[in-house]
């Protein structure tokens, strides 16, 4: 059983920056591929980036050049930074953990609650 919480959002201006960081309860994380979707109102969820496990790193489109995601094992943590925000990246974003099966243990994953990141001026 993993538990996320997001934390970091807020309101920004166009243009500045915000690090969101989703700390994690539980055992084996460093073992997940950690995820950032988010969503805004009227739209669907959608995938911004992702970590796996070894420490490869996929970006939607939209976050190409802008945003950062890392993964701090000994912290539990997986963060991601912000730059140059826009308008269009008001969406509450949420965090996720997902484990492959193997014949050990079962395929699973975890949603954090999400935090709301605002960005207007």
């Known amino acids: 059983q993993v538990q996320l919480v997001e934390s970091g959002g807020g309101l920004v201006q166009p243009g500045g920056s915000l690090r969101l960081s989703c700390a994690a309860s539980g055992s084996g994380f460093s073992l997940y591929a950690m995820g950032w979707y988010r969503q805004a109102p009227g739209k669907q969820r959608e995938l911004v980036a992702t970590i796996t496990s070894e420490y490869n790193i996929n970006y939607a489109d939209s976050a190409k050049g802008r945003f950062t995601i890392s993964r701090d094992n000994a912290k539990n943590t997986v963060y991601l930074q912000m730059s140059r925000l826009k308008p269009e990246d008001t969406a509450v974003y949420y965090c996720?953990?997902?484990?492959?099966?193997?014949?050990?243990?079962?395929?699973?994953?975890?949603w954090g609650h999400g935090t709301q990141v605002t960005v207007s001026s």
């Open positions: 996720k953990a997902s484990r492959d099966g193997t014949f050990l243990t079962m395929a699973a994953n975890y």
